[in-house]
């Protein structure tokens, strides 16, 4: 387990070492102006807690990415609509765009009130959602399976209950189905190589604990902090070109990622790691807070980085 508190050596380490005083322009968005009275003041008493997290796997440590079956769990926990495709009564594929549920397992559960008219009785189906993040890329996730209905009673029961939780409405249960699946494909965007996903990876994976305010996160940081934006560019990723435009495109509990254009080299996109894991919307907006003050802080030649940039840069094609 690791301490809240401690720092993941691999990642940035934003140090607290007072000096110049920052002025009231110079604090994010996400900051007020008591958030850095430690720069004025003497040494006091701190009284503070501690909470521990799960320790994050080697590779994702290396990549400071979630695996592709938490990307997946999150899409689907994000979504709401999705593409199911079989094939039809006279063997062709069709597929149909449908509403759906999702189990804690991932299970989607599908709402089909037309079934033995469009499709034929052959189980096997494929269910694709796909996630827009800052109208710049397309996460997007293809479950195999079969589409199955559930006999049990009780896992009847549960299933009504989730589609009331989702949608607000009763459903009828003759109509209600669902995907057992069997493998997952997960993809980062159109045109992108995807990755296969075992189904105990995806049913053993936790959706991102930061994904119903990571657009709105997004939204507040390309709005209100475009300077903070730009300066990370400079300060922690490895450029050898100048940047011309620069916005986030979605935050997880490991880090963020930004679409950076340069007129010279032309689109690129780049994942900054947070120095330790955030767990809610208020530490990724302290540790936001943290990173840009350190980014200012080597700017303005006040703080030596500390800290290895990033070096591996996506290009975009058009």
């Known amino acids: 387990m690791l301490l809240q508190t401690q720092f993941l050596t691999t990642h940035f380490a934003p140090s607290v070492t007072p000096s110049k005083p920052l002025k009231e322009t110079q604090i994010g968005v996400f900051n007020s102006p ?21 320790e994050p796997s080697q590779l994702e440590l290396r990549s400071h990415k979630p695996f592709p079956a ?21 063997g062709w594929p069709l597929g149909i765009g449908v509403r759906f549920a999702v189990d804690p397992e991932g299970t989607p559960v599908l709402s089909l009130n037309a079934i033995n ?5 052959d189980p096997k189906a494929s269910l694709h959602v796909q996630l827009t993040q800052s109208g710049s890329r397309t996460p997007q996730c293809t479950l195999q399976g079969t589409l199955n209905k559930p006999e049990d009673r009780v ?36 045109q992108e190589d995807g990755e296969w996903v075992s189904p105990s990876d ?68 780049v994942r900054i790691p947070f120095p330790r ?8 907006k302290s540790t936001f807070n943290g990173m840009s003050q350190m980014a200012w802080e080597v700017e303005k030649n006040f703080h030596a980085p500390d800290f290895e940039k990033v070096k591996h840069l996506k290009h975009i094609k058009s």
């Open 34 to 54: 008591k958030r850095v009275w430690f720069r004025n003041s003497s040494c006091k008493t701190l009284k503070c807690s501690l909470s521990t997290l799960s």
């Open 70 to 90: 938490e990307v997946s769990r999150t899409i689907i926990e994000l979504a709401t609509v999705g593409t199911l495709s079989t094939l039809s009564q006279k």
């Open 117 to 121: 008219k469009h499709f034929s009785f």
């Open 155 to 190: 896992l009847m029961k549960r299933l009504i209950s989730l589609w009331k939780r989702r949608f607000g409405e009763e459903v009828n249960e003759d109509m209600l189905f669902i995907v057992a699946v069997e493998k997952v494909l997960q993809m980062e965007d159109f």
């Open 202 to 269: 995806y049913k053993n994976a936790q959706p991102d604990p930061l994904r119903d305010c990571a657009e709105k996160l997004v939204d507040e940081v390309n709005t209100n902090n475009m300077e903070d934006i730009t300066r990370f560019c400079n300060v922690y990723v490895d450029l050898d070109f100048q940047v011309s435009e620069a916005k986030m495109i979605w935050v997880d509990r490991l880090g963020f990622d930004m679409r950076l254009s340069s007129p010279e080299k032309g689109v690129f996109e």
């Open 277 to 284: 894991e955030v767990h809610d919307e208020k530490s990724a």
